[in-house]
């Protein structure tokens, strides 16, 4: 595990205290802390399960139920899942009033889960704890979809407008959400601290927000266990483990805070 230097974490309470519009970007980094594996690294979830494209499950019954055999299979880990150290650090930093929006690239729920508000929370792509029916957007339970996949594989269809129903997540082939790259766009423009989190900062067009934030004169922090090809942008770049970045930081912030009350 690397080493968290000191000077570092003085650096990032200081930008955190002089800090009134934070923007935290997350990615799958932060929440392999909490057991979950990330999709592209080795070992990966895609190197188990071959991601299906959005444009193959909407032409294809077969590949829609293949795509609830993975959804269902994987669903035993993401579902056992508790928020972390980081998860709860960037919590309290809403708490403190300190936070205008997570922009995260995670689709496992667990900054609901943390206490943060669903407005302050930006998932850009999509949710993997609910469904949706992709005609008229309403809500689906997995329960209630598990209930009627098995134990016969039965395509669940809307009870409402018999449209197709699939996880709120955002596939290959489907486009990205307009509202949340919109609102993740004014929140990155309006912030004066920009903290990428745990993402390798290399799929576009989210990894473009660090930069953007950057330019138009926010401080950028990157905090990843390894190096980016963005940390020659940022003000610190801090490569240890993320839960425990966060957690010291915190802790040592709030201790200083009350001796000097």
């Not at 339970?141 to 016969?152: G, H």
């Not at 004066?192 to 989190?197: E, H, K, M, S, T």
């Not at 940022?234 to 957690?247: C, K, Y």
């Amino acid at each position: 595990m690397n080493a968290i230097h000191t000077p570092q974490l003085d650096l990032l309470r200081k930008f955190l205290g002089e800090s009134t519009r934070l923007v935290v970007f997350t990615g799958a980094g932060i929440s392999t802390e909490s057991g979950i594996p990330d999709f592209r690294s080795p070992g990966g979830l895609w190197t188990r399960y071959k991601p299906i494209d959005f444009r193959d499950f909407m032409a294809s019954e077969e590949k829609r139920r293949e795509s609830w055999r993975i959804k269902f299979a994987t669903e035993k880990v993401i579902g056992a899942a508790k928020p972390n150290q980081g998860h709860m650090a960037i919590s309290s930093l809403h708490r403190q009033k300190k936070l205008s929006a997570v922009i995260t690239q995670n689709i496992d729920g667990l900054h609901h889960v943390s206490g943060i508000p669903d407005d302050k929370i930006i998932e850009l792509h999509g949710n993997s704890t609910y469904a949706v029916c992709l005609d008229c957007a309403k809500r689906y339970e997995l329960d209630a979809i598990r209930a009627i996949f098995f134990p016969d594989e039965t395509l669940p269809q809307c009870d409402a407008c018999g449209g197709i129903i699939k996880t709120a997540t955002i596939s290959f082939g489907q486009p990205m959400p307009v509202e949340e790259m919109k609102r993740a766009k004014e929140v990155t423009m309006a912030c004066d601290l920009f903290i990428a989190i745990g993402s390798s900062l290399v799929v576009y067009p989210a990894a473009g927000f660090p930069l953007l934030a950057k330019q138009n004169g926010a401080r950028l922090v990157i905090i990843n266990r390894d190096p980016t090809e963005m940390d020659r942008y940022a003000d610190l770049v801090i490569n240890a483990e993320i839960g425990q970045t966060l957690a010291t930081a915190l802790k040592a912030g709030n201790a200083r805070g009350a001796g000097t009350a």
